[in-house]
C-alpha cells in the first residue's frame, strides 16, 4: 500500500486519506484471511536500511534518517508489543553470523528477504520486519516496509509512504505509522485489518 505524508501541518489531513486508502489494501499486498500466529508471537526487526542513489544531492548526514526510522520504529512497537520484540542487539549479532550472510550475496542482511528470515527462524521469532527509506531529495523521502512471516515467506504488509516535508518530522511518522499497522497485524495473529477501528 502506498502513503503519502506531508509537513506536519497538513498531517491531519493525510491521516484521513490513510484511514480511507485502508479499505482498498487487499490490492496492494497478500490478502490475509486466517491466521497464521498466535497473537503473542514473537518479532524480529532489522535496522532501516537507506537509499540515497538515486537522490539528487547525496549528504553525509542521509544515513541519520535511517538511524532515526530505526529508532523510531523499534521503540514505537516495543511500547505496542512488549517483550514480542526481540532484542536489537541479539538480532544485529545473528543477522551478522555467516549463516545469516550466506544468504545475502554479500548486500547487507536487512535489504534481503531470505537473510531475514533466516535471522528470525535462528531466533524462532515467526515475524520479521524490514524496511528502507529512500532519498530522492532534501524534502522528499520514502519509507518502504514489510511484515514477512518468516516461516512461509509470505509478505503480509507492503507498505509504501511517501514523505514530503521536513525529512526529521516525516520520517518519524512514516515510521510510527508502519510500526502501528504491523503491530496491529501482529496482534491479530496476520489477518490484516482495516484501522484505526479494529485495536
Known amino acids: 500500500m502506498t502513503y503519502s505524508l506531508i509537513s506536519p501541518r497538513a498531517l491531519p489531513a493525510y491521516v484521513a486519506l490513510l484511514v480511507m486508502l485502508a479499505g482498498n489494501r487487499a490490492s496492494a499486498q497478500t490478502d490475509a484471511t486466517s491466521r497464521r500466529e498466535g497473537p503473542s508471537a514473537k518479532v524480529v526487526v532489522l535496522p532501516v536500511a537507506l ?3 538515486q537522490a539528487n544531492v547525496q549528504e553525509a548526514s542521509d544515513s541519520s534518517q535511517a538511524a532515526l526510522s530505526t529508532e523510531v520504529l523499534f521503540s514505537k512497537l ?18 551478522a553470523s555467516p549463516k545469516a550472510l ?6 547487507p542482511c536487512n535489504v534481503i528477504v531470505a537473510c531475514a528470515r533466516a535471522v528470525a527462524d535462528s531466533l524462532k521469532a515467526p515475524w520479521v520486519v524490514i524496511a528502507k527509506v ?3 531529495s ?25 514523505l514530503k516535508g521536513p525529512p526529521e518530522g516525516m520520517v518519524r511518522a512514516g ?6 499497522r504491523v503491530a496491529r497485524t501482529v496482534r491479530h495473529g496476520g489477518v490484516t485489518t482495516n484501522f484505526p477501528n479494529t485495536p
Open 138 to 162: 532534501n524534502l522528499i523521502w520514502l519509507f518502504t516496509g514489510q511484515l514477512i512471516h518468516a516461516p512461509t515467506g509470505t509478505i503480509i504488509l507492503d507498505d509504501s509512504t511517501e
Open 78 to 95: 516495543r511500547e505496542l508489543l512488549g517483550s514480542q520484540l526481540l532484542d536489537g542487539k541479539q538480532v544485529a549479532l545473528v543477522a
Open 134 to 136: 529512500s532519498k530522492t
Open 175 to 180: 515510521s510510527r505509522i508502519f510500526a502501528e
Open 102 to 107: 550466506a544468504t545475502t550475496g554479500k548486500q
Open 51 to 53: 537509499y540515497n542513489a
